[in-house]
Structure formats: C-alpha cells, structure tokens
C-alpha cells in the first residue's frame, strides 16, 4: 500500500497549519486510487512531524511513501533537513520504499500560474 | 503603464532570492505585452523591498502596479504586513492604481499540481 505525504512548513498561526489539513482532504478527493492514504505533516513547530507521520503510515500498512514538500524554495530544509529525517525513517524502516519529489514551487509552469493568479485573484 | 511585482518573503539563502530573480525573468518572457514591468520584491531580510520596488517602478513611470505575494499560506505576511505597505505607498503615491492579488497557494487547482508534482517531481 502506497502513500502521499504533504509535507508543509508549520507555523505558530494555527490557521495556517490547518490549510493544510484542508489541503490533503481536497487531494484526497481527487486522487482516486493513486494513493491507499493521503497524509500531511509538518517540518516544525507543530505536530505531526514527518516521523511521526511516517509512524502512522507504517502503523496501517504503508510499505511505499512519497513525501512532497509543499515549499515554494529548495532551501535548506529541503537540502538537508527533509533528507537527514529520510535517511533516520529507511534504517528504522528498510522495507519501505521512499521517495521525496521535487517541491511545489518546482512545479514547471510556475510563470504561467503567477500571470494567471495576478490576474484573476 | 503597469507592472507586476512577484513579492517573495526574502531568504538568507542568497540561491533562494536569486530563484525569485529568475522567476521574474521567466514571467518575463512569457507574459507578452500584458505588463510593461515584471519586477520582484522581498518582504524581509533582503532588498529590494516592496517599497523600494514601488519608488523604482513609479520612477520609470509605471501607474498601475499589481502585487502578486509568492506565498503559499496567508499568514500575517498576507493578513497585515503587505496590506499595510501598500497603504504606505498609496499614501507615497496617490496617482497610482495597486492592486494585490491572492498569493500563489490560493491558485485553485493546487491539489491537482500535488498530485502532478508528486508523480514526477
């Protein structure tokens, strides 16, 4: 079994954190069965973290997680911190594939989207 | 004459600004004759700030300015800091139309670019 994790910042606005609740919910609606579970954590301040969400996932049978990192820029969270918690979770979990894409601001055509969005928000 | 500024939050990672920089450039060249100017501001930490921005752009005689906050959680930054720096330059600059549009994680088919982004990121 398969899964997708949403991997946001987390902020000490509560609002914030929540958005992305909403957010996996909303993937979760329109993801068929590209995924047996779509999960959401936080990189800090606020729980679940990763780990915790990789726990979770492992704990209900998860053997192949993709964790996406819901950050516009490949800072050093995504340099360093997001791959040191993927290498801690493959020794706790060597039977579990796991992959990290590519960021959300990564996305290709991020220029059109911005020309879109200051036009019609 | 008008133009659009991509509104980062500024990093002292010098790559992540420089990514907004060419960020800009490639707006620039897809956007056709939509705006006269694509620029790019920082929120914090790195300059050119909104405002310096804003005086750079009314110096070369831009009067319709949209603001498009590269942000993917409306938090304080979104809330209360740009709304309060665009009063500060309507105030500056009464002649001038600016407009802020929603920041980039309001686009409306975020799930769908998660999904995608995951796939293949």
Redesign the interface.
């Known amino acids: 079994m398969n899964a997708?994790i949403?991997l946001?910042h987390g902020?000490r606005?509560q609002?914030?954190n929540l958005?992305i609740k909403c957010?996996a919910n909303?993937?979760k609606?329109?993801?068929k069965d590209?995924y047996n579970l779509i999960d959401y954590a936080y990189l800090e301040l606020v729980e679940p973290t990763l780990l915790q969400s990789i726990d979770n996932n492992i704990n209900v049978g998860i053997s192949d997680i993709?964790v996406?990192p819901?950050?516009?820029?490949?800072?050093?969270h995504i340099a360093r911190d997001i791959p040191a918690m993927i290498e801690t979770a493959t020794e706790k979990y060597p039977e579990c594939k796991f992959k990290v894409?590519?960021?959300?601001?990564?996305?290709e055509n991020?220029?059109?989207?911005?020309?879109?969005?200051?036009?019609?928000?």
């Open positions: 997708l949403i946001a902020s606005r609002e914030s958005e957010l909303e993937v609606k329109i993801s590209e993709t996406l819901y950050f516009l820029s490949s800072g050093n894409s590519a960021c959300i601001g990564m996305i991020m220029p059109k989207l911005i020309l879109e969005q200051a036009r019609f928000g």
